[in-house]
């Protein structure tokens, strides 16, 4: 049995709705047992249902964050994830009567495909595979067997993420450079405990230091901290709502791809599909299309 404790923080936004679907998950494996700790902002929802099928949560206060998010640079919202990102290990920290084979990281308002859970189950129960010469004593038979040796991809190396580091350019037109950072996909990350201690503790390492690196922070703090940030396989096969008005070119912020869901479209999916068609494992790349193009086509 492997143990996955899954950390989810930030932004309570979406969580009303998106919450079953993590509370689902300890229905898909036989062999893997997933632990929930949420630390949210401060809400409106009911707790008792929302909230009380985790293994632990917390409501934050804006006031006991040491650094004052008040008067951070309005719509850099670093400071309140790296903060919610570090309470949020604190409260998993506090069960030490469980020992962890794995960590994931994820805000409130994402949807796993299934494709991408089988993907970080097996980053964590993959064998070699392929063909083992048999031999009697020294002699080779020419025969074979199947190498089970263990083979996962998570050390206290790396952190896995959906696309790993990759290079990030931008102009600057009163210098006349291109600047280039590292940047990653930063909707989950997955890692051993330790490599989550060291990830995590991003808030004390920025904000207290006041050395500030905004939507590049992630990426370039793991190359600090000398973490590999890797890929995984099916890595991008998730979703995040939107509210409605950002599917359009309206505002700056808006212009989402359509295979993204509103709050509407996903309640519509979830009273008309159901959980289990959702994760269904026969088919889960086919399924994973299905969905988005469920959200392509639907009214949002």
């Known amino acids: ?7 989810v923080s930030g932004h309570p936004k979406g969580f009303d709705l998106t919450f079953p679907y993590f509370q689902y998950w300890n229905k898909l494996y036989d062999n893997v047992k997933f632990d929930f700790f949420v630390s949210m902002w401060e809400n ?7 909230f009380d099928w985790t293994t632990t949560y917390e409501i934050l206060d804006e006031k ?4 004052d998010l008040s008067k951070h640079e309005n719509r850099r919202h670093q400071p309140h994830y790296s903060w919610a990102l570090y309470r949020v290990n604190e409260l998993r920290k506090k069960h030490q009567e469980i020992e962890y084979d794995a960590i994931i990281h994820t805000r409130g308002d994402s949807i796993f495909s299934r494709s991408l859970l089988n993907s970080l189950v097996n980053n964590l129960t993959k064998i070699r ?3 083992v010469p048999e031999k009697d004593g020294d002699t080779y038979t020419g025969k074979s067997t ?16 959906a696309n790993g580091s990759v290079i990030h350019n931008y102009f600057d037109p009163d210098r006349n450079s291109l600047n280039q950072n590292l940047w990653t996909q930063d909707v989950w990350f997955m890692g051993t405990p330790k490599v989550m201690d060291i990830f995590c503790n991003m808030f004390n390492y920025m904000f207290l230091r006041k050395d500030y690196m905004l939507h590049i922070m992630q990426a370039e703090y ?4 000398g973490i590999y940030n890797s890929p995984t396989e099916e890595g991008n096969t998730f979703t995040f709502m939107r509210d409605t008005y950002r599917f359009d ?12 869901p ?4 996903l309640k519509k999916l979830t009273e008309d599909k159901g959980l289990h068609w959702f994760y269904d494992d026969e088919k889960p790349k086919q399924r994973w299309q299905e969905v988005q193009d469920y959200f392509k086509e639907t009214e949002k």
């Open 1 to 7: 049995m492997k143990n996955i404790a899954v950390m």
């Open 44 to 50: 409106d929802y009911n707790r008792k249902e929302v």
């Open 64 to 67: 006991h964050c040491p650094y």
């Open 129 to 131: 595979g392929g063909l």
């Open 146 to 161: 199947i190498d089970t040796r263990p083979d996962p991809q998570i050390s206290d190396k790396n952190i896995l993420s």
């Open 222 to 225: 793991l190359n600090q901290m």
């Open 249 to 260: 070119f309206k505002t700056g912020d808006g212009g989402y791809p359509l295979e993204y």
């Open 262 to 265: 509103s709050p509407k479209q």
